[in-house]
């Protein structure tokens, strides 16, 4: 059973464009929902996380929006560089800390 | 401080054969899980360890086991090879098994001809 179902597979976007990357989770156990970056070659790295008590957490280009009624949150990165082209995997984590993946999206910044 | 260390970097083995994968998790970090990564199933959760045992389990048939040493470090075994276990095997280190910030290594990716 997919638990957090992630979209889109893929996103082309222009530099200086935003990127959006949406997730959706099911359980409402989850208490704990970090976004991971992965380039080739690399382990995923984690970029940013949020704890459903609060609707938005931003950290330089990166902003993570979260809506716990809809279950659902996203990634947004403002003015998309080439270099952030990369592999974005959400995740959701309950209290006993083990961690649901989402398939990934793979984006492209084109200069 | 060294990130979390993952060996061998690469294998290459044939179908019914056994292979043991080595992960050496970030200094201080008692809490080790595995992954399995493939394109067409992203991140599916192995197994996590925590001081020696095994504290959460996901949903792989028993070929997949595990083990963790007394100094963190822990080993991935599968047995009896098949072609669907070709993948990118990931380990991750957290401080404990509720700490929920992983730090993944590079992997090891093995391919099962």
């Known amino acids: 059973q997919q638990q957090v179902k992630q979209s889109p597979q893929s996103l082309i976007v222009q530099k200086g464009g935003i990127s959006i990357i949406n997730c959706a989770y099911e359980?409402?156990?989850?208490?704990?929902f970090p976004w991971y970056q992965q380039f080739p070659g690399k382990g995923p790295a984690l970029l940013i996380a949020?704890?459903?008590?609060?609707s938005e957490k931003k950290e330089g280009r990166f902003t993570i929006s979260f809506n716990k009624s809809a279950k659902q949150f996203s990634l947004h990165i403002m003015d998309s560089q080439p270099g952030d082209s990369a592999t974005y995997f959400c995740?959701?984590?309950?209290?006993?800390?083990?961690?649901?993946f989402g398939d990934g999206t793979t984006l492209t910044v084109k200069p | 401080k060294a990130g979390v260390t993952q060996t061998p970097r690469y294998l290459i083995k044939t179908r019914g054969q056994q292979v043991t994968l080595s992960c050496s998790p970030i200094?201080?970090?008692?809490?080790v899980s595995w992954y399995q990564q493939t394109p067409g199933q992203g991140l599916q959760f192995l197994f996590e360890?925590?001081?020696?045992?095994?504290?959460n389990k996901g949903n792989f048939p028993g070929r997949f086991s595990g083990r963790q040493f007394s100094n963190s470090r822990s080993e991935m075994n599968v047995s009896t090879l098949e072609l669907g276990d070709s993948a990118l095997y990931l380990c991750?280190?957290?401080?404990?098994?509720?700490?929920?910030?992983?730090?993944f290594g590079s992997g090891t990716q093995l391919s099962v001809l």
């Open positions: 995740a959701a984590n309950t209290n006993a800390g083990k961690s649901t």
């Open positions: 359980n409402t156990a989850f208490d704990y």
């Open positions: 360890y925590f001081s020696e045992t095994q504290r």
């Open positions: 200094s201080g970090h008692r809490s």
């Open positions: 991750a280190s957290s401080l404990s098994s509720a700490q929920k910030k992983l730090f």
């Open positions: 949020i704890r459903p008590d609060v």
